[in-house]
């Protein structure tokens, strides 16, 4: 059963940062690219960043580049989202997902095929 399992959301204010972190299982995961998504309220799912197999290339949103970071550790099978200087807008629940895919195409949600539940981010004034 494959399962991602995403942690770290919470209430934080303006500028403060945040690191979420996806643990997956049951499936091969140095062999799967990786990607995180957010989707605030009133909003459409929309992607954040994206991790390759090796973690050599990395994909971010205009929005979030210079203060979001991604990693991966393919030893514990985890997935990481440092994200600093946060931004009112980006409150919403980030969602990590896996994909077979690689390259830019990970950038789009339609090639993914597991997901995790998500975790809450707000960020407050």
């Known amino acids: 059963q494959v399962q991602l399992v995403e942690s770290g959301g919470g209430l934080v204010q303006a500028g403060a940062s945040l690191r979420l972190s996806c643990a997956v299982s049951?499936?091969?995961?140095?062999?799967?690219?990786m990607g995180w998504f957010r989707q605030g309220p009133g909003k459409e799912r929309e992607f954040v960043a994206g991790?390759?197999?090796?973690?050599?290339?990395?994909y971010y949103a205009d929005s979030v580049k210079g203060r979001f970071t991604m990693a991966r550790d393919n030893g514990k099978n985890s997935v990481y989202l440092q994200m600093n200087a946060l931004k009112l807008e980006d409150t919403a629940v980030y969602y990590c997902?896996?994909?077979?895919?690689?390259?830019?195409?990970?950038?789009?949600?339609?090639?993914?095929?597991?997901w995790g539940q998500g975790t809450q981010v707000t960020v407050s004034s």
């Open positions: 997902a896996t994909t077979r895919e690689t390259g830019e195409v990970i950038t789009g949600e339609g090639v993914y095929d597991y």
């Open positions: 049951g499936l091969p995961f140095s062999v799967r690219a």
């Open positions: 991790i390759t197999r090796s973690g050599a290339v990395r």
